[in-house]
C-alpha cells in the first residue's frame, strides 16, 4: 500500500478546484490530467486506490474489442500509450502478445463476421492456429482470426504512473473516504466523508460500479449502468517454458478465454451476471462451465484450479461510457460506464474527460459524433 494514500486527516472542510470520486483508472487518469492546472482531490472509499475493477482486470489492449465508439477511444489510445512521460511511466505499459478470435463450427459464422468488420484481423486455419497456440483440438476449431497487434497492458505500473503525475503536480489522494453525501451550497459542493467535508465546484464521478449510486447523491438521474460479475482462474500453464509467448485465446463468442501469463493460464468463463455493486468474488459452478468450454476447444486437461477471483465490469445500456456533464445539475462530471474496456481507452478517455471538464477544445480524435456517444444526457440511457 503507499502509505501517502492513507496517512492524510482532514479536521476542517478541504477546500479544492475539483473532487475526483474514485481512484481506480478512471479517476487516476482524468486527476492526472487535471492537476496540470486545477488544485484536485481523489477520494476513494477503499484503504487503497485499485481495490475493486482496475486491479482485477485481464490486463489486455486488443483493437478490435468494443463497439464503434470504443473502437475510436482504443485508436487515439494506442498512440498515447507509445508516448507516455518516462517520468512517470520509466518502463512501456505494453507488451506483445497477440489474440486468437477462436471459432468452433457453431461461431465459425461469427468470426466471418467479426474478420469483415474489423482492422487487422488476419483468418488463420485449426492447423496454423495450432503452430502459435499448440493446445488447440484441431478437431474442434473451425479457425482463428489473429489479431497481432493486441498487447498486455501494465495495468499497475499505469494506474501508478497517473497516481504520481497527479500527486507530483499537487494533487492528493485520500483513501478510506468514501463519499456518503453531498449538498450545493453557493456554488460549492460539500461531500461528506468519514475523513471530514471536502469542498469544490466541480466534482467528477468516476466511482465505477458505484457510479449511480454516487449520481443519486447529489440529485443526478442514475444512466442505468449495470454491475457484470467476471470471473478468472489462474490454472498450471501446460507448457510453463514457452506458453508466455504464446497469444490469448479468446471465443469468437466470448464465453470463454484464456491468456499465458508466466507459468499459469488465466481462464475465464467469460460471465456477464448481473449484481449489485460490491466486492464480488467467483460463483464456482459459471467458472466450472467455462473450465469446462475451455477444455473441449483444448487438449488442456483441467485438473486443478491454483486460484480465482472475480471484478466488476460496468456496463451503460447501449455499451458505451459516459463522459460529461450531468445537464441539469450543476458542476457534476460523469466518467463512468467503462465495460471491459476501461484500462485500454484510459489514455484518450482521461485526456477527452479532461478538457471537457475544463471547458477547453478538445483533442483532435474527438469528433462530435464520439461527443454525442458519450453524452450522459443521450437519449439510449435510462434516466
Ligand atoms: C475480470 C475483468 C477483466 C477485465 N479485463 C480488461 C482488459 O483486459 N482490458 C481493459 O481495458 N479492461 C478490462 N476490464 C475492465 C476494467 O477493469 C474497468 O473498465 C476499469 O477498471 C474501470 O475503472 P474505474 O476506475 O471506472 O472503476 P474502479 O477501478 O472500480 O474504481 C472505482 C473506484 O470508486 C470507488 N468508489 C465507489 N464509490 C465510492 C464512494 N461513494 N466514495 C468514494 N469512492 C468510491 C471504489 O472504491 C473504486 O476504487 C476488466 C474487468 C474485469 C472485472
Avoid at 3 to 15: C, G, I, Y
Amino acid at each position: 500500500m503507499d502509505s501517502q494514500n492513507k496517512l492524510v486527516f482532514f479536521d476542517m472542510n478541504q477546500q479544492t478546484d475539483i473532487l475526483v470520486i474514485g481512484a481506480g483508472i478512471a479517476g487516476a487518469g482524468i486527476a492526472a490530467q487535471l492537476a496540470k492546472s486545477k488544485r484536485v482531490i481523489i477520494l476513494d472509499m477503499e484503504e487503497r486506490p485499485g481495490y475493486h475493477s482496475t486491479g482485477r482486470s485481464a490486463a489486455m489492449f486488443a483493437m478490435n474489442y468494443g463497439n464503434d465508439p470504443i473502437k475510436k477511444l482504443n485508436r487515439a489510445s494506442w498512440e498515447m500509450f507509445q508516448n507516455l512521460s518516462p517520468t512517470f511511466f520509466p518502463h512501456p505499459v505494453l507488451a506483445d502478445r497477440g489474440v486468437l478470435y477462436y471459432a468452433n463450427v457453431d461461431s465459425k459464422a461469427h468470426l466471418d463476421e467479426l474478420i469483415a468488420s474489423a482492422d487487422d484481423l488476419d483468418f488463420l486455419s485449426a492447423a496454423e492456429a495450432k503452430k502459435l497456440v499448440p493446445i488447440i483440438d484441431e478437431n474442434e476449431c473451425a479457425g482463428v482470426g489473429f489479431e497481432r497487434d493486441a498487447k498486455d497492458l501494465d495495468v499497475a505500473a499505469l494506474h501508478q504512473g497517473w497516481l504520481k503525475e497527479a500527486k507530483t503536480n499537487g494533487g492528493i489522494v485520500v483513501c478510506d473516504a468514501g463519499v456518503t453525501a453531498a449538498k450545493y451550497v453557493d456554488g460549492v459542493w460539500q461531500l461528506e466523508t468519514s475523513q471530514g467535508v471536502f469542498e469544490a465546484p466541480i466534482v467528477v464521478n468516476a466511482a465505477g460500479a458505484w457510479a449511480d449510486e454516487v449520481a443519486q447523491m447529489f440529485g443526478v438521474a442514475p444512466v442505468g449502468l449495470v454491475a457484470k460479475r467476471r470471473s478468472i482462474a489462474t490454472l498450471p500453464s501446460s507448457h510453463p517454458e514457452q506458453s508466455h509467448k504464446w497469444p490469448m485465446l479468446l471465443s469468437a463468442v466470448e464465453d470463454w478465454y484464456m491468456k499465458p501469463d508466466a507459468g499459469s493460464f488465466l481462464v475465464s468463463p467469460a460471465d456477464e451476471d448481473p449484481v449489485p455493486p460490491h466486492d464480488v468474488f467467483v460463483d464456482d459452478m459459471v467458472l466450472a462451465e467455462g473450465l469446462f468450454r475451455f477444455s473441449e476447444a483444448t487438449t488442456y486437461e483441467v485438473t486443478h484450479v491454483d486460484g480465482s477471483w472475480a471484478g466488476l465490469r460496468v456496463f451503460t445500456p447501449d455499451k458505451t461510457p459516459v463522459c460529461g456533464y450531468a445537464s441539469a445539475v450543476d458542476g457534476f462530471f460523469w466518467l463512468a460506464g467503462q465495460g471491459g474496456y476501461g484500462i485500454q481507452t484510459s489514455p484518450a478517455l482521461s485526456l477527452l474527460a479532461a478538457h471537457m471538464v475544463l471547458r477547453t477544445s478538445l483533442p483532435s480524435f474527438a469528433d462530435q459524433e464520439l461527443i454525442d456517444d458519450l453524452s450522459p444526457n443521450r437519449a439510449t440511457l435510462t434516466q
